[in-house]
């Protein structure tokens, strides 16, 4: 229990992140793409992050992720075009539905690497050198064990499932049964290991009217150079419309 909250919420045996930089850079990239993704920015700027996104995924998640998100991605992208290639209402509902699903893929995707590639750690040393509040840090830093748990539990789950049988056709023709196996026993093991990372927290004097040491030393870095790089151009191009008026 007392590794829960030091460690990173990756995968076991998964690689260390390449993109080593401040969880304050990554924050602030992340809070810039969200904005202008999930906000009124152009096609351009949106495809500019999407493609910004897959950069990082490529960098720092397995192959797999990468040609997941590319398949999404492409896909929802290729419903946004389908009106001007059938002109009609029912290509009108799927672009406009496809619109919406691939800013909020981008979106997830963005956040996703940010968690899978932030330490726990680190992220709590970045909010003290901020003297952030503690009813931030502390729902913050267990949000980010608590999350990676509970998927590693819903992929337990899902294996259980298939070793039984409950899995491809019998999905389909039995929908509410199926959510029903998959759905009770994955809160029952999150509930568990929610009371092993309070536990946990307790035990590492999280929460406490003390400041915590900082083993991590954050300083900045040539990838937190880039990133806020990044962050400032995409606002520029995002901007670039209202300025021309």
């Known amino acids: 229990m007392d590794a829960a909250f030091g460690g990173r919420p990756r995968p076991r045996g998964a690689a260390a992140p390449r993109v080593h930089a ?3 850079s990554k924050f602030i990239l992340l809070l810039v793409c969200n904005v202008l993704v999930m906000g009124m920015a152009s096609n351009r700027a949106v495809g500019l992050i999407a493609v910004l996104v897959g950069a990082l995924i490529a960098l720092d998640e397995p192959v797999r992720v990468l040609i997941s998100y590319s398949a999404i991605t492409a896909v929802f992208w290729g419903l946004t075009q389908l009106p001007l290639w059938w002109p009609s209402g029912v290509a009108v509902f799927f672009g406009v539905v496809a619109y919406w699903l691939l800013r909020f893929a981008i979106s997830l995707s963005l956040g996703a690497w940010f968690v899978t590639t932030t330490r726990v750690s680190a992220l709590l040393a970045a909010l003290n050198q901020l003297h952030a509040p503690q009813f931030l840090t502390v729902p913050l830093a267990v949000l980010f064990r608590f999350v990676p748990v509970a998927l590693d539990e819903a992929r337990g789950v899902i294996e259980a499932m298939r070793l039984r049988g409950y899995s491809g ?14 759905v009770v026993p994955v809160l029952a093991a999150s509930a568990r290991s929610a009371d092993d990372l ?20 954050l300083r900045f870095r040539a990838a937190d150079a880039v990133l806020l790089a990044l962050s400032a151009g995409l606002v520029v191009l995002a901007l670039q419309p209202v300025w021309g008026r």
């Open 198 to 217: 309070s536990a946990a927290a307790l035990i590492r004097g999280l929460g406490s009217g003390v400041r915590p040491t900082v083993v991590d030393r």
């Open 22 to 24: 401040d969880p304050r």
């Open 169 to 182: 056709s019998y999905l389909w023709r039995h929908p509410l049964d199926g959510i029903e196996k998959l």
